[in-house]
């Protein structure tokens, strides 16, 4: 069993910047990684991914050049740095893994195990 506790949200005025944090807990040393975010009456969407060897990470258009995602696997965990920060941007972000060698999703069929997600408030 892998569980996923991620950290870092809150709210901030647009322009600032953000560091989510999710640490896995669980008996596999390497994991596909990824960020989603739902805000209110929307389908959750693709943020950000990160395959096992932290090659190749892959965003969202909305996100590009704003936000980086990065992994430390020895401490089996991922952030999302997120600058620049607009209010279309508020949502709750859940962190994502597959656990195995796997390259990097969009797809939240390709994930198995979703933390609590964290809530990320941009002020206009």
């Known amino acids: 069993q892998v569980q996923l506790v991620e950290s870092g949200g809150g709210l901030v005025q647009a322009g600032g910047s953000l560091r989510l944090s999710c640490a896995a807990s669980?008996?596999?040393?390497?994991?596909?990684m990824g960020w989603f975010r739902q805000a209110p009456g929307k389908e959750r969407d693709f943020v950000a991914a990160?395959?096992?060897?932290?090659?190749?990470?892959y965003y969202a258009n909305s996100v590009k050049g704003r936000f980086t995602i990065s992994r430390d696997n020895s401490k089996k965990a991922v952030y999302l740095q997120m600058n620049s920060l607009k209010p279309e941007d508020t949502a709750v972000y859940y962190c994502?893994?597959?656990?195995?060698?796997?390259?990097?999703?969009?797809?939240?069929?390709?994930?198995?195990?979703w933390g609590q997600g964290t809530q990320v408030t941009v002020s206009s």
């Open positions: 990160i395959s096992w060897s932290g090659d190749n990470p």
């Open positions: 994502a893994c597959r656990p195995g060698p796997y390259g990097a999703s969009y797809s939240t069929n390709d994930y198995d195990y």
């Open positions: 669980g008996p596999f040393s390497f994991y596909r």
